[in-house]
T-cell receptor
């Protein structure tokens, strides 16, 4: 079974530029999550989708972050404009059941200069 | 409160020793407590998990101890090996949201 795929793995941008990350979850998984992991910290939930609807985006900085889930499968997370404090690893995860067992991708590491 | 507090931040043990990581929570609505293991450059991976209706769960060298009245749970790694060197996150699940602790960086010296 293929795991959660994310791209790009690494991205370096200047502040105020924009960036987009892509995620393909495990086939059949209805729930998709985007987490932000700052170095030395635990992952923090940004947004959660159930199929193509948003379940929780309470911690998403909506003035600069946006996310969508296309046809209930792939998802894109966008940051525009980026700030220095957005430097982090952006983790995508998916889950087939609402049990707390999430399957994570390897993450997209963003460096904002 | 959605916080999960984890300690210690870092832990160094000798090969063959016991590693113990502790977590505490406030929200009694949490109903599933997983531990995730993360290696550098990788995403977290589920290691072991427990529900609050049991006090202990063991899988191989890994054991979760759960104290519902104290709202605490811990991970014990028996016979720790250098390959166990990683960052460990406790987490708590409620209402489809998974909240992570801040992580413990474990180093097992050979």
């Amino acid at each position: 079974e293929a795991g959660v795929a994310q791209s790009p793995r690494y991205k370096i941008i200047e502040k105020r530029q924009s960036v987009a990350f892509w995620c393909n979850p495990i086939s059949g998984h209805a729930t998709l999550y985007w987490y932000q992991q700052i170095l030395g910290q635990g992952p923090k939930l940004l947004i959660q989708f159930q199929n193509n609807g948003v379940v929780d985006d309470s911690q998403l900085p909506k003035d600069r972050f946006s996310a969508e889930r296309l046809k209930g499968v792939d998802s894109t997370l966008k940051i525009q404009p980026a700030k220095l404090e957005d430097s982090a690893v952006y983790l995508c995860a998916s889950s087939g059941y609402t049990t707390g067992e999430l399957f994570f991708g390897e993450g997209s590491r963003l460096t904002v200069l | 409160q959605q916080q999960v507090k984890q300690s210690p931040q870092s832990l160094i043990v000798q090969k063959g020793g016991i590693s113990i990581i502790n977590c505490a929570y406030e929200n009694t609505a949490f109903d599933y407590f997983p531990w995730y293991q993360q290696f550098p450059g990788k995403g977290p991976a589920l290691l072991i998990a427990i529900r609050p209706d049991v006090s202990e769960k063991k899988e191989g060298r890994f054991t979760i101890s759960f104290n519902k009245s104290a709202k605490q749970f811990s991970l014990h790694i028996m016979d720790s090996q250098p390959g166990d060197s990683a960052t460990y996150f406790c987490a708590a699940y409620s209402g489809s949201r998974l909240t992570f602790g801040e992580g413990t960086q474990l180093t097992v010296n050979p």
